[in-house]
């Protein structure tokens, strides 16, 4: 028995597991910082932001962009933050924290990281079609929103990551966590007030402000997953005036937040300081289109017509039978590129015929 235990031992010793899981990890960079502070975010309302994009004022769904954001000469606090992680040391936890000053309302928190994610549809019988295509994982992150009043957040901005909880000792010495953060997020299951979106999802979540006008709100974005393709966890971030159940926030609320890591020129040349005219960090190439086609439920043509911004291992029917039709009228790739304007600036490769 003892020489067949040792048999086994060494038989382990030679074909054990090669792996630690180390290659699933980005590694930290100096250019990117695990943990930083937004500063103070104005709240900002569907009509300004509707006037800004040059879309009717009372057009029903706002949206944001990078130049939303950029600081007003007054001096007020930015409308909107765009923002990049990288992946914090081992044992240490990272994000991105803010502030809002309450104004009475109810507000509406909205964090969109990057890019889009979707989850493959295997039916045999009836797959759905917008999601046979699979999804690229290595370009999606997650952060999971929390927030509450800063006088209970117990952080360092910029420095250390902290919560909303407090503690108290009863008259029995037992000691008690109280919970102070007021961004609860419902989930499927009934009482689930701590749900959280996902990798690349939007999350949102609303804060009613009554009685507590010029009172300070802190936002912790604290880091889930940081993407595996370039090690920089890129998002957008807002504060809307109103009830998140009537703004109705989609994948489409914050536009262009998967941002290069590399700050560039408006020609496409390599910069090193973002904050001088021109030198900044601009989309990624194509992922406002693949944002468009989420929102627009074009994922499976979108991916037919622009293979590289999708998953691989793809189904041999993905691309078949007239994946380029809109409504009743079929059409080829190239049409529907025009039609859509949903294709890569400068591509021609994908599926013309689905064959």
């Known amino acids: 028995m003892m020489i067949s235990t040792l048999s086994f031992a060494l038989m382990s010793s030679f074909f054990g597991c090669d792996r630690n899981a180390k290659d699933l990890v980005p590694v930290p960079s100096d250019a990117h910082p695990g943990v930083i502070e937004g500063g103070e975010l104005a709240i900002v309302t569907k009509e300004e932001l509707n006037v800004l994009n040059g879309e009717p004022e009372a057009n029903p769904i706002p949206y944001v962009v990078q130049d939303n954001c950029e ?41 969109d990281p990057e890019t889009v994610f979707w989850a493959q549809s295997i039916s045999p019988v009836k797959p759905t079609d917008e999601f046979v295509y699979p999804d690229y994982y290595d370009d999606d992150g997650d952060l999971d929103m929390f927030s509450g009043l800063s006088s209970y957040y117990t952080g360092s901005p910029g420095v250390e990551l902290g919560d909303f909880k407090g503690f108290y000792t009863d008259s029995l010495g037992q000691e008690v966590e109280i919970e102070y953060g007021e961004c609860f997020q419902t989930g499927a299951q009934t009482g689930m007030t701590d749900a959280h979106a996902g990798r690349a999802t939007i999350e949102y979540c609303g804060i009613d402000t009554d009685q507590r006008v010029g009172i300070e709100y802190t936002v912790v974005l604290e880091t889930v997953s940081v993407p595996m393709d370039d090690g920089v966890l890129s998002f957008g971030v807002a504060v809307l005036e109103g009830r998140c159940a009537r703004l109705g926030p989609t994948e489409c609320t914050i536009r262009g937040e998967s941002l290069e890591s590399i700050p560039t020129t408006a020609d496409g040349k390599k910069c090193k300081d973002p904050s001088k005219d021109g030198c900044e960090f601009r989309p990624r190439y194509c992922t406002e289109e693949l944002e468009k086609a989420q929102c627009q439920a074009q994922l499976r043509p979108f991916c037919c017509a622009n293979p590289d911004m999708c998953g691989d291992n793809v189904p041999e029917d993905a691309c078949k039978e007239e994946v380029y039709a809109l409504g009743d009228d079929s059409h080829t790739r190239d049409e529907w590129c025009e039609a859509t304007d949903l294709c890569c600036p400068g591509s021609t490769k994908g599926s013309d015929t689905g064959e």
């Not at 992680?85 to 990272?94: F, Y």
């Open 71 to 111: 600081e007003p000469e007054d001096g007020s606090p930015r409308r909107c933050f765009f923002g990049q992680l990288g992946q914090t040391p081992l044992g240490q936890s990272g994000g991105a924290t803010f502030t809002f000053m309450g104004n009475g309302e109810e507000v509406c928190l909205v964090v």
